[in-house]
């Protein structure tokens, strides 16, 4: 099993450096027991895996779909609306990527079944009442549960390649997760060929005979990886005005941070380094897929999204050439009252930021024109109109 030492000794270097916070000396106790540990425990679980399931030599991971696209632009939306037609797809919860052995997954699977029949689900109340006190405060913003979809790129966490790092501690600066098509040609194929072992189990646990779908904009910077490593990968491409998606993915990262004690001054460069991501959220997966046009692709509007979320799942299913079932399209029929005029409550501004809405239209302006977007003044009416 996969290890990234350099991810490592950068985060075990940047904690070290921080002698005034307080946190200090539980992350590097984190970082020099328990990391080590729970990697030994996983490592093992994931040799086992081979010897005690024999099958999955034999899993193949066939015509996976990945929806990527700025944070914030419908990513989440657009996955778990695909995600329902369970008779196509497998996908990680939020919970199975905390255990990405397949022999973790089945043994929590059966201690599951016998907290149903003997404990009358007691401890799966208690986990939902975690779950909800844990989550429930921050779903306005984005709806997490265990029980949720959710980026599989932190299946990669046992590994050291996760940006979760980089969340309860500011240092996007300092870990870099996003650029994987950069990576030196050895290691990028490492952390793929980890992630592809991962989704073989995840596809395993769910039967086997599934299409994996992901979504992640993180993974906007992994296209040509995903390309490479999945040659037959289909790949969905959120877009939403970055006049409201840039400003609301850095306040969200930045309430967050600030949760957890940081003062601005401490995550400015973080903040900086988020920026600069965003804008290239937009234009590698464009640039990528140019170059790759034998690979089924889509791209798919924010705003028909939440005004004809049916439709445009028919268009996207049609782009990536996936069997539609009446089962599932009548799914649809029922869930386009309640997905149509999707909105939120999290509100956000561009004046918080050093980034400006010029500067976004400046570097971005392709991308306005090609989706007809409404700049500056047009868009405030428009949210004004809204709210």
């Known amino acids: 099993m996969y290890f990234d030492l350099q991810n490592y000794w950068r985060v075990l270097r940047h904690v070290w450096s921080l002698k005034g916070w307080k946190g200090r000396r539980a992350t590097l106790l984190r970082l020099l ?30 015509r996976p779909v990945f929806i990527v696209g700025h944070a914030r632009s419908g990513t989440t939306l657009c996955h778990r609306l695909l995600a329902a037609d369970g008779d196509t797809f497998s996908y990680f919860l939020y919970w199975e990527m905390f255990f990405p052995s397949l022999l973790q997954k089945k043994v929590l699977r059966g201690l599951g079944w016998l907290d149903r029949r003997l404990l009358g689900s007691a401890i799966n109340k208690k986990l939902v009442a975690w779950d909800d006190k ?22 990669m966490r046992a590994a050291f390649v996760t940006q979760q790092w980089a969340l309860d501690i500011p240092m996007m600066d300092v870990l870099d997760i996003f650029h994987v098509d950069q990576l030196p040609a050895r290691k990028r194929r490492r952390w793929m060929h980890h992630y592809r072992e991962c989704v073989k189990r995840q596809l395993a646990f769910n039967g086997g005979d599934r299409t994996h779908l992901s979504k992640n904009p993180l993974m906007s910077g992994w296209v040509q990886s995903l ?12 877009m939403r005005n970055p006049l409201e998606c840039i400003p ?6 930045e309430v967050t941070w600030k949760g957890k004690g940081w003062e601005r001054s401490a995550y400015a460069g973080s903040l900086a380094m988020l920026t600069d991501v965003s804008f290239e959220s937009f234009t590698h997966p464009d640039n990528v897929l140019a170059k790759n046009p034998q690979t089924p692709q889509v791209v798919v509007d924010y705003r028909a999204l939440i005004s004809e979320p049916r439709q445009t799942v028919h268009e996207i299913y049609a782009a990536l050439q996936l069997p ?3 089962t599932f399209d009548n799914w649809l029929v029922q869930q386009e ?3 149509r005029g999707h909105t939120t409550r999290f509100r956000y501004s561009l004046d918080e930021f ?23 003044g047009e868009l405030a009416n428009a949210i004004e109109e809204s709210v």
């Open 33 to 62: 027991l328990v990391v080590p540990l729970e990697y030994a425990f996983n490592a093992s679980c994931f040799l086992l895996d081979y010897l005690l399931f024999p099958s999955l030599w034999r899993q193949k991971v066939e």
């Open 134 to 155: 844990t989550f429930g405060p921050y779903r306005h913003m984005h709806n997490m549960s265990l029980w949720n979809s959710e980026e599989d790129q932190f299946v």
């Open 227 to 238: 390309i490479d490593t999945f040659p037959d990968a289909r790949i969905v491409v959120m």
């Open 354 to 376: 050093e980034v400006t809405a010029e500067r976004i239209e400046d570097e971005l302006g392709d991308f306005f024109i090609r989706h007809a977007w409404p700049r500056g």
């Open 337 to 339: 009252q309640r997905e």
């Open 324 to 326: 539609l079932s009446e």
């Open 248 to 253: 609301s993915v850095l306040k969200l990262v």
